[in-house]
């Protein structure tokens, strides 16, 4: 039986309760080009590792999971290490996620900080003009 692997990419997609707007974001396409891909039996591999990296789901198994690659046991270490390489490259993802995620909490709580010594700065200039004045 043949995968069509834009409808588990799309069942995935709705599974985690995904907007389109934010996957195509994160893919760096436009919303057209998701429901392109929902609709695609097949895609490029690139592609398709990119899309298991922001859905954090390996869409490489069910092609390995066919029959025809377990009956003739087809490459079964290269599967294993490539399944590894996934797995590392996912585990590097999702660390790159949480520093992004960290970074952008910092910079938001140094911007309150500015925010609050210019408000100071300006209240003391204030204060200062006033005194100065005849």
């Known amino acids: 039986m043949a995968i069509h692997i834009g409808k588990k990419i799309k069942e995935e997609f709705y599974r985690q309760g ?3 707007s934010q996957f195509a974001k994160k893919l760096n396409k436009s919303r057209n080009v998701i429901y392109n891909i929902f609709a695609r039996e097949s895609l490029d591999t ?5 899309i298991g990296l922001i859905l954090h789901v390996d869409f490489f198994s069910p092609y390995l999971e066919q029959k025809e690659y377990k009956k003739e046991n087809i490459g079964s270490s290269l ?3 490539l399944r590894a390489a996934y797995n590392a490259l996912l585990e590097k993802f ?13 910079v938001g709580q140094l911007k309150k900080i500015i925010e ?9 200039r204030n204060s200062t003009d006033i005194h100065t004045q005849p």
């Open 18 to 20: 995904l907007s389109a």
């Open 46 to 50: 690139n592609l398709l590792s990119k």
């Open 79 to 81: 599967v294993k290490e």
């Open 94 to 106: 999702n660390a790159a996620e949480k520093e992004n995620a960290a970074l952008r909490n910092e």
């Open 116 to 124: 609050l010594l210019e408000e100071k700065e300006k209240k003391e």
